[in-house]
């Protein structure tokens, strides 16, 4: 049997693991009034713990950190009324195809895989749908045109004036740019629409706002998640 199967085979505790967990968590009363944030604290302290004892090639320690990580995740899941299981496919489902190489013990992604690397400053990918408020002003690439065109003949103009449907025969906007840096662009889902170096300030389904680069963001969707993106703005640098 392969070494790195050993032990895994057959193996069907997770499921009542799991309940036995929530049944703890209920009985502790963690999910009378249940603090996301606090939880999601706890499993960043859980990861630290162990990647302290990863350090120290402690195994004992090793084993107790993934177990502490394992249930904070669980109750998280739990707290997003999402299935652990359901949320370990997505996860899956977004990396099974990925190509790259090891770099000092990291897996990095090809440099092909990484959509929009050649994306200017600010411009976000057309979608085939209007996803500003109809007065938002933007400027907008067409297909065939060069950025350098584009940028030449900036003119920004209500989004409610502009075709945004890519399935039609003709010019079809490639790719926008919003001229108030104060509009929000609503998000639906799927790839990251910008740039990965960008910088953008998101608004999550729950209110929270942050601001990080884009690369460092989950773009897709997930059903029920509270902590999916609902709006985006690119913060241009000075």
């Known amino acids: ?4 199967k050993e032990g895994l085979q057959g193996d069907n505790r997770l499921p009542d693991l799991k309940d036995n967990i929530l049944q703890w968590a209920e009985e502790k009363g963690i999910f009378n009034s249940p603090c996301v944030k606090s939880q999601a604290l706890k499993m960043a302290y ?3 713990e ?4 990863v350090a120290k090639q402690d195994k004992p320690a090793v084993i107790d950190g993934i177990g502490d990580a394992m249930v904070t995740l669980i109750l998280l ?3 997003h009324k999402l299935n652990l299981l359901d949320c370990l496919q997505a996860a899956y489902d977004e990396i099974k195809d990925r190509k790259g190489q090891m770099v000092d013990g990291v ?11 050649n994306l200017p400053e600010g411009w976000i990918v057309n979608t085939g749908e209007q996803l500003v408020d109809d007065d938002t002003p933007v400027a907008v690439k067409f297909t065939g045109v060069t950025f350098d065109d584009a940028v030449r003949h900036y003119s920004a103009f209500p989004a409610k004036d502009l075709r945004w449907d890519t399935r039609s025969e003709g010019c079809n906007i490639d790719c926008y ?7 929000w662009v609503r998000w639906k889902g799927g790839d990251c629409p910008v740039n990965p ?7 999550l389904e729950n209110g929270e706002e942050m601001m990080r680069y884009a690369c460092l963001l989950r773009w897709s969707k997930m059903k029920g998640a509270d902590n999916d993106i609902a709006y985006f703005r690119v913060v241009l640098q000075d």
Do not use: Y
């Open 107 to 117: 897996f990095v992604k090809d440099q092909a895989e990484c959509a929009n690397t």
């Open 197 to 203: 170096d960008t910088v953008v300030t998101v608004r």
């Open 177 to 183: 740019k919003v001229a108030d840096p104060d509009a």
């Open 46 to 48: 859980e990861a630290g």
């Open 1 to 4: 049997m392969d070494s790195k």
């Open 77 to 79: 899941a739990e707290m």
């Open 50 to 53: 162990l990647c302290d004892a």
